[in-house]
């Protein structure tokens, strides 16, 4: 087996991006919102109504890279109660704030935390009827192989939905765009979380993410059908969707 240096890069990968949410988790919630003033609600609450859980019956979910919770949380309440999501995220800490935000909003019975690696989920074959990832997959160093997971454990008719953040495509927001994420995220990242470079890292992360139709194109690769995309705020952000047929 060969061990090339892409290999390697991809391994540093994860690391760097274990230490930056390690560092980040106790402030991820707020700076959330600071950094994009209070956009991440909005796109949030777009990628859930587009899922729309159904109320009344059991929808079981994957939330991956699920973090803090936020997406979780908001099935549920759609849901009316009704869904039940297993967030999978890599890293402990993250897990350990939305662990405490899952109590506090009395949503333990609905809502579990699982450790998992996104490329290598712990679940059986088949198990979900929604696979969502929400700012999660461009984190990962492979994306094909989260694309392959997913696929692997969703029911047959399942559903795949990804937020994340994109290529935007109207002019002069893509040049205000460029100066505030450059020139700005790092210094409020230092300002708020004591750490200019985890943002650096964030920023350079967006701009390397495949733009709209490249990553709905490797989303079909990975099995799926019926792939489409929504922008949100001229494709700051967008939403994927696809099916398991
Ligand atoms: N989904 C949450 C949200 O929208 O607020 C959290 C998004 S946060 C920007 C990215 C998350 O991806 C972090 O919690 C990080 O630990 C997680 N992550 C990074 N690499 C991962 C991997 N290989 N498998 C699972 N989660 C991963």
């Known amino acids: 087996a060969s061990f090339g240096f892409r290999d390697v890069a991809v391994e540093a990968k994860q690391g760097m991006v274990d230490e930056v949410f390690h560092k980040v988790a106790a402030r991820y919630d707020l700076m959330n919102d600071v ?48 869904a039940h999501v297993t967030v999978a995220d890599i890293n402990a800490s993250m897990l350990e704030v939305g662990r405490e935000r899952a109590a506090k909003r009395h949503l333990t019975d609905n809502v579990d935390f699982t450790l998992g690696n996104a490329e290598e989920l712990p679940f059986e074959n088949g198990r979900f009827d929604a696979y969502t990832i929400a700012f999660g997959i461009r984190n990962v160093p492979r994306i094909e192989k989260a694309l392959s997971e997913a696929y692997r454990v969703l029911k047959p008719g399942g559903r795949f939905l990804c937020l994340e953040f994109s290529a935007v495509d109207v002019p002069v927001l893509d040049k205000i765009y460029d100066v505030y994420s450059f020139n700005l995220i790092p210094g409020m990242g230092k300002l708020v979380a ?52």
């Open 35 to 82: 950094m994009s003033a209070g956009m991440h609600r909005v796109w949030k609450d777009a990628a859930v109504s587009w899922l729309a859980p159904p109320r009344g019956r059991p929808f079981d979910v994957i939330d991956v890279a699920g973090g803090t919770g936020d997406i979780a949380f908001r099935i549920v309440n759609r849901s009316g109660g009704s």
């Open 194 to 245: 004591g750490d200019a470079e985890s943002y650096r890292y964030l920023v350079e992360s967006i701009r390397r993410f495949p733009h709209q139709e490249r990553f709905a194109e490797m989303i079909r690769r990975a099995g799926f059908s019926r792939v489409s995309y929504r922008n949100l705020t001229g494709g700051i952000a967008a939403i994927h969707s696809a099916w398991k047929i």
